[in-house]
């Protein structure tokens, strides 16, 4: 095989074979002279698997899930960001026949990991940003092992109302002066309005907010904290009604909330990049960020309707996402959660 699986590399003629034991029939094998079999042999080299092609396409296929014979409770908690798509993706499991409750609360990705770490009360925690070591440690103190399984892409949207007529674009240094210690719009750029700024952003316990500071401000939040004219709120929704009450508000959020909102909302170009799927995806939007939900393999095991409903989800994300308003994760990155959950599952 692996004579074959080095020259399928080179000929697109062949096909990797993943599994020895399974040959399907009229595939075309490599077979090596004697002297090319023999010099391998003496070199000492170990052989090189074929690469899984389906896990890292994101093409795999988990176990099929059958809503109509899951049972149980799951409980879920953690970004608000995520809540959308979470909230999405229970409903089309409860569609398709789950009759068992699924409580998903929105509180933001460092509660949601406080309750899943600490307290121990979820089973699967929504976060748009990577858990943190020490949110690690908490979970292994209570004999957890968290789990990361990549369900999609966010566009972190700036946004402005849309009768805000001077501000279409704004560069990442003036980002960190519109939310620290510029006082009116004029003191970011004179040719703008001498309007004092109103800034609506995430609580403290948002993924989103730790990502803006972590991207913008470099992890240091003091500057923020410290503008004037600042309200910040855990619901999204809160934070959308107050850019929508004043054309010099500004804030920031998930875009699938400015999605919702287009038609009252405008959201800024970033360098000059719009967010878009395809500047999410390729990383050009300077804003994009993954999108996660936690788990852990114990509590899959105890509670069969969760892995069943991670299987859920992880199968069918990429058919709801752009509804809901964000972006799918790359093929590779879906093939790989794919993988961890068989993992988990043994």
């Known amino acids: 095989m692996h004579f074959h699986n080095l020259k399928a590399a080179e000929d697109s003629s062949l096909t990797p074979i993943e599994d020895p034991n399974v040959i399907e029939v009229g595939t ?8 090319e ?3 391998f042999l003496s070199s000492g080299e170990t052989p090189t698997p074929a690469p899984s092609t389906a896990a890292s396409s994101g093409t795999m296929a988990l176990p099929e899930v059958d809503p109509l014979s899951i049972t149980g409770d799951i409980i879920s908690a953690g970004s608000s960001t995520v809540f959308p798509l979470s909230e999405r993706m229970a409903e089309r ?40 070591d020490t949110e690690i440690e908490s979970c292994q103190a209570i004999g957890r092992e968290p789990i990361e399984f990549r369900v999609g892409t966010d566009a972190l949207a700036i946004v402005v109302n849309t009768d805000n007529d001077f501000l279409t674009d704004v560069t990442t240094e003036q980002l960190a002066t519109i939310f620290s210690t510029a006082e009116t719009w004029a003191d970011v750029n ?20 730790d990502y803006f500071v ?8 003091e500057p923020i904290l410290a503008a004037s004219n600042l309200q910040l709120s855990e619901d999204d929704n809160v934070l959308v009604q107050g850019v929508q009450g004043s054309p010099y508000a500004i804030g920031f959020f998930g875009y699938a909330y400015y999605n919702e909102n287009q038609d009252t909302l405008k959201a800024l170009s970033v360098n ?18 993954p999108l996660f939900i936690y788990s852990t393999a114990s509590i899959m095991a105890d509670k069969p309707q969760v892995a069943s409903f991670i299987n859920f989800y992880l199968t069918n994300v990429n058919d709801e996402i752009l509804d809901v308003g964000y972006f799918p994760a790359s093929d590779t990155a879906i093939g790989e959660a794919k993988q961890k959950w068989l993992d988990a599952a043994q």
């Open 28 to 35: 075309t094998i490599y077979l090596p002279p004697a002297e």
């Open 272 to 289: 000059g990049v719009a967010p878009t799927e395809t500047t999410a995806e390729d990383g050009s939007y300077p804003l994009a960020r």
């Open 190 to 209: 004179p040719d703008w309005p001498a309007e004092p700024i109103q800034r609506f952003i995430p609580g403290t316990d948002s993924g989103t907010f």
């Open 37 to 39: 079999a023999q010099a």
């Open 93 to 132: 499991f409860q569609d398709e026949g789950y009759a068992g409750t699924i409580t998903i609360d929105s509180i933001g990705s460092g509660a949601g990991f406080e309750r899943f770490c600490v307290a121990g009360e979820t089973d699967i925690s929504n976060a748009s940003r990577p858990i943190k």
């Open 214 to 221: 972590e991207e913008i401000f470099e992890e240091n939040e």
